[in-house]
């Protein structure tokens, strides 16, 4: 069993930065595929990025690429999501997730995840 408690939200103007972090409990965080997705009003959840158990490889949907950096911890057992250049279409509840499955790819699906955070609020204004 694992918690994510996910922090850094805010609000910020458009053009702006925030860096949200994800906490985990438990001491095999470092054998978990971390993900962040989001999910914004009347929207379905979607998928932003994700990172490897060791934080070599990284994935991110294609809106994201350039302007999203995700990275990890695993000292900290924390993954943290860097948010620039943001705009008012970024606007949702972000969580993150864990992946506790032994499989060796980097899962970039909503199913493929088994832990979730509670999320925390990103409100971009124009």
């Known amino acids: 069993q694992v918690q994510l408690v996910e922090s850094g939200g805010g609000l910020v103007q458009a053009g702006g930065s925030l860096r949200l972090s994800c906490a985990a409990s438990g001491r095999t965080f470092s054998r978990y595929h971390m993900g962040w997705f989001r999910q914004a009003p009347g929207k379905e959840r979607e998928f932003v990025a994700a990172i490897s158990r060791s934080g070599d490889s990284t994935y991110y949907t294609v809106a994201m690429k350039g302007r999203f950096t995700i990275s990890r911890d695993n000292a900290k057992n924390t993954v943290y999501l860097q948010m620039n250049s943001l705009k008012p279409v970024d606007t949702a509840v972000y969580y993150c997730?864990?992946?506790?499955?032994?499989?060796?790819?980097?899962?970039?699906?909503?199913?493929?995840?088994?832990?979730w955070g509670q999320g925390t609020q990103v409100t971009v204004s124009s």
């Open positions: 997730a864990a992946d506790s499955s032994p499989r060796l790819s980097v899962p970039r699906n909503l199913w493929e995840y088994d832990y």
